[in-house]
């Protein structure tokens, strides 16, 4: 039983566009949520977070929204390159248990030149 | 600083084999995590230590897993006997401190495939 859900396996965007991707969570008790950025042969990255008690955080061309009513959050793009094609993980944990991050199944991205 | 390392990159073995991933943290991290990925499931953590110590095994599929942290700077995860449904990539990644949205730093990834 997944607590965070990424519904979407692929998104392609033209470059200079924007992407956005979606995650959703289960769980009420999460505090903070990540996004995870792999590309093929490496392991995942660090990319941005946010806090729960925020609704949006913004780091240069990436920015993430968080829904707690909805239980969704987003990363969005914008403008998308080329570089940015990778797969996307979101990930969540709790107070309860720092250490334990709960992730999605990734959502791969494919930026068109 | 190097990074966490994995080794092997990749593995085939045939089932029933005994399988032996190892992962060399990050200098100075405290905790250090397993995880598997599938298409199906996506990442998931299978068990995380702190100073050596295995603080959350639940995740461990079956007792054919086992997971050791002899030392800071050494730890192994271990598969045996190996089975098809093994097959996936496995991840160690460690962690300096513990906290709310700490950043965890994975490894390459190991590709084990069980014929």
């Known amino acids: 039983d997944q607590q965070v859900k990424q519904n979407s396996p692929s998104l392609s965007v033209q470059e200079g566009r924007i992407s956005i991707l979606n995650c959703d969570y289960t769980n009420s008790m999460f505090d903070y949520f990540l996004w995870y950025k792999k590309y093929p042969a490496e392991g995942p990255t660090f990319l941005i977070s946010i806090s729960s008690i925020k609704d949006k955080n913004e780091d240069g061309r990436f920015t993430v929204f968080l829904n707690k009513s909805a239980k969704h959050l987003s990363l969005h793009i914008v403008p998308s390159q080329p570089g940015d094609s990778a797969v996307y993980f979101c990930?969540?944990?709790?107070?309860?248990?720092?250490?334990?991050?709960?992730f999605g199944s990734g959502t791969k991205l494919n930026v068109k030149p | 600083d190097a990074g966490v390392i994995q080794s092997p990159r990749h593995e085939v073995t045939e089932m029933g084999q005994e399988v032996t991933l190892r992962c060399k943290p990050i200098s100075g991290h405290d905790y250090l995590f397993w995880y598997r990925q599938t298409m199906m499931r996506g990442l998931e953590l299978l068990i995380y230590f702190n100073n050596n110590v295995p603080i959350d095994d639940s995740g461990m599929p079956e007792d054919r897993f086992s997971a050791k942290m002899p030392n800071a700077s050494f730890s192994t995860l271990k598969i045996q006997p190996s089975e098809p449904r093994d097959s996936a990539v496995y991840f160690c990644?460690?962690?300096?401190?513990?906290?709310?949205?700490?950043?965890?730093?994975f490894g390459p990834g190991t590709r084990l495939t069980v014929l």
């Open positions: 990930a969540a944990n709790g107070r309860y248990n720092f250490n334990k991050f709960y």
């Open positions: 990644a460690s962690s300096p401190r513990q906290g709310l949205g700490n950043e965890q730093f």
